[in-house]
């Protein structure tokens, strides 16, 4: 099933990632990409629950709906980093982390052709994270300091969250990786005899 009111909703929320960008740079309003990046944000839970809801769960929608999440986020950091809006440690932390992470979850897919859930701790974290970075691009679009310390209030313990989220999906992927069959083609030749 491809044409989803789920798949949609992920695919527009790709399709604003160029917008939020453009918003950022070509128009230089961080008040009014605040704004979209925590809609796009906001919507991050809304495919997936229409998804479950009407029976539209879908392998597109499997890949979609992460895309979307990494890509508004990955767009976010990067283009708060090159714009000045969000505090270069706090962009340097969410991007280690996202790498580690999409690593190990791509080198899980490739060798064994699975997924690791998401935990509740990643989602909460994911969540302060949205509403900290519209934070901080709104103080720069203001220079209204109220949402510099509200950026600064969400951000620390979403980063913690998210690291802690971080150690519980590679303690999940190797696990996963320990208890996945070695197929014949990455076999030992002594194995398949």
Do not use: C
Request: neutral net charge; charged residues 15%.
């Amino acid at each position: 099933m491809i044409l989803t009111i789920p798949n949609a909703i992920s695919a527009l929320r790709i399709a604003l990632v160029p917008v939020f960008l453009w918003l950022v740079f070509a128009r230089d309003d961080p008040s009014t990409a605040a704004f979209l990046i925590g809609g796009i944000g906001a919507t991050d839970w809304v495919d997936g629950y229409l998804a479950r809801r009407l029976g539209q769960v879908s392998e597109l929608g499997k890949i979609l709906d992460p895309v979307a999440d990494r890509l508004a986020v990955v767009a976010a950091v990067v283009a708060g980093w090159i714009s000045g809006a969000l505090p270069w440690p706090i962009a340097l932390a969410i991007m280690v982390r996202e790498s580690v992470v999409a690593i190990g979850a791509l080198t899980l897919a490739i060798r064994t052709r699975t997924n690791i859930a998401v935990r509740d701790v990643g989602k909460l974290a994911t969540l302060l994270l949205y509403m900290a970075i519209p934070s901080f691009f709104l103080y720069a679009g203001t220079t209204d300091a109220v949402w510099r310390w509200l950026g600064w209030a969400l951000a620390i313990p979403g980063l913690i969250l998210y690291y802690g989220a971080a150690a519980l999906y590679m303690g999940d992927m190797r696990r996963a990786l320990v208890a996945a069959p070695v197929s014949l083609e990455h076999a030992d030749p002594g194995e398949t005899g």
